[in-house]
């Protein structure tokens, strides 16, 4: 009996020294969880309700009505594994406190929360600016440090930030105003890009961001203040999901013999994502500029390359890819594997052509192409013309100009697209367009049938019956 209880103990013992405790935490914006994007904060540790479903309730969170809050949540208090590949999103209609829950279940990895709305709040709005390093107090792109919180002198109907002795190059600087703590923008480029203000002159200045409440509309008046020490040389940088997206010694362009041109020669991966990164006295200028505009590398430019780069751009490289700053050899005995056409390229996909993106023409129209895909709310999206698996020319052109899905726009949809751009008003810079969600059912004034009543493309009204529809003078519609 002796011997029986001490292997009794000792299986014990050894079931509990081999369970390993798993965590699961939400980390996402400090306005409702506290901290911000910490993974290692154990008051948002969830909690194992049945099975492999998990939450976190927060209660008497103040939320503002339109703004989307985002989050994840992470294992064992570590980035190494996280939920859901893009960040989660929540947002409410109202302002107000809440009793937020998230939930995930561990078995298939779908997070989600609810807001339950507790009660009303005196919603207290701080505009903070977020921008480049070079533009803004303390590391870019920060959307905490209260050292960048606007202040009022006139009762709130402006908020000023000022900011002295900022040594600036010649060029554009990007920002945005913002709810602090949040990415819900009071101020950006009018398309959910960053908003620009141009420098024309090296030199020492102070810069005041004015943002006017009533208008949502900000002014940056840069003031010289004094001469600039000369600018030092620029070096240039590969960088990219590779090779890390901070400037390395091994992945540095040396100038070629032609004038300002540079080049490397390094081993691509296919599949890795690259850009170039530009350095000069503190300041980064990234080739090509804004979201999405990384260059994939596919088969035909996998292996050991010698890239070219120019700052200035290349016309004779803009088929190559947007902006034309650098090229690469490809490798002439690897045949495509994309059919040459028209692609959509965006979040959904890290903006790389895949097969399932094509645009087929529109049976209906020939002059239009159309995509059935599902849309989620926001999503960003652009078209490009994809030959031998390059995106040489994209729609529309430009940067900071995506098509971001809103919640009118989401579900299972048709993708409509015009390369001529003449796809009027109601089209996205008059070469995408998204049906809108929703239909109402109406009654014909017999009363003896139901209809449905839909806007779709081109803003034309129709009323579906049956297997028919017409159009508002009661003409059928083919």
């Known amino acids: 009996m002796k011997k029986f209880f001490s292997l009794f103990f000792f299986a014990l013992m050894c079931i509990g020294m081999c369970a390993q405790t798993v965590t699961y935490t939400v980390a996402g914006s400090s306005a409702i969880l506290g901290t911000e994007w910490s993974t290692t904060d154990t008051n948002n540790d969830m909690t194992l309700v049945e099975g492999s479903s998990y939450t976190l309730?927060?209660?008497?969170?103040?939320?503002?009505?339109?703004?989307?809050?985002?989050?994840?949540?992470?294992?064992?208090?570590?980035?190494?594994?996280?939920?859901?590949?893009?960040?989660?999103?929540?947002?409410?209609?109202?302002?107000?406190?809440?009793?937020?829950?998230?939930?995930?279940?561990?078995?298939?990895?779908?997070?989600?929360?609810?807001?339950?709305?507790?009660?009303?709040?005196?919603?207290?709005?701080?505009?903070?600016?977020?921008?480049?390093?070079?533009?803004?107090?303390?590391?870019?792109?920060n959307n905490s440090n209260a050292a960048n919180l606007m202040t009022s002198s006139d009762n709130g109907v402006t908020y000023k930030l000022?900011?002295?002795?900022?040594?600036?190059?010649?060029?554009?600087?990007?920002?945005?105003?913002?709810?602090?703590?949040?990415?819900?923008?009071?101020?950006?480029?009018?398309?959910?890009?960053?908003a620009k203000f141009a420098i024309t002159e090296r030199a020492v200045y102070t810069i005041e961001y004015v943002f006017t409440v009533a208008t949502s509309a900000c002014v940056v008046n840069a003031t010289k203040t004094g001469d600039a020490d000369p600018a030092p040389a620029a070096d240039y940088y590969l960088v990219g999901s590779e090779k890390g997206w901070e400037a390395a010694d091994a992945n540095k362009f040396a100038a070629t013999d032609v004038e300002g041109e540079y080049s490397l020669t390094t081993t691509l991966t296919e599949g890795e994502t690259i850009k170039v990164l530009g350095e000069q006295g503190g300041t980064q200028t990234w080739y090509p500029d804004g979201m999405g505009t990384e260059f994939t590398v596919t088969a035909a430019y996998a292996g050991e390359k010698t890239i070219y780069f120019r700052p200035a751009g290349n016309t004779d490289w803009n088929e190559f890819h947007q902006g034309?700053?650098?090229?690469?050899?490809?490798n002439g005995s690897v045949e495509p594997t994309l059919t040459n056409g028209y692609y959509l390229l965006g979040s959904m996909n890290e903006w790389t052509p895949a097969a399932a993106y094509l645009f087929a023409v529109n049976e209906d129209n020939s002059e239009e192409y159309k995509l059935e895909m599902t849309l989620a709310e926001g999503d960003r999206f652009k078209v490009a013309y994809v030959e031998n698996d390059i995106a040489k020319t994209w729609y529309p052109e430009g940067t900071d100009n995506d098509y971001v899905v809103d919640a009118t726009h989401t579900g299972a949809k048709t993708v409509y697209f015009r390369p001529d751009a003449q796809g009027g008003e109601d089209w996205y810079n008059g070469v995408?367009?998204?049906?809108?969600?929703?239909?109402?059912?109406?009654?014909?004034?017999?009363?003896?049938?139901?209809?449905t009543l839909k806007v779709i493309k081109n803003g034309q009204l129709l009323l579906e019956r049956g297997d028919k529809t017409y159009n508002v003078s009661g003409a059928e519609v083919k």
């Open 57 to 141: 309730v927060k209660s008497d969170v103040v939320l503002i009505g339109g703004t989307t809050y985002e989050y994840k949540v992470v294992k064992n208090h570590a980035w190494t594994e996280s939920w859901p590949g893009q960040n989660a999103k929540l947002s409410v209609a109202e302002d107000g406190k809440y009793d937020v829950t998230f939930s995930f279940d561990a078995s298939s990895k779908n997070v989600s929360a609810t807001a339950v709305k507790k009660g009303d709040a005196v919603i207290e709005k701080h505009y903070l600016v977020v921008g480049e390093e070079a533009v803004v107090n303390g590391a870019a792109w």
């Open 324 to 330: 034309g700053f650098f090229y690469i050899e490809a």
């Open 162 to 194: 000022t900011i002295s002795n900022l040594t600036l190059a010649v060029k554009e600087y990007e920002y945005k105003i913002v709810e602090q703590g949040t990415w819900n923008a009071y101020y950006d480029n009018g398309a959910g890009g960053n």
């Open 432 to 451: 995408i367009f998204v049906e809108a969600t929703g239909s109402t059912a109406v009654e014909d004034i017999s009363g003896e049938k139901t209809a």
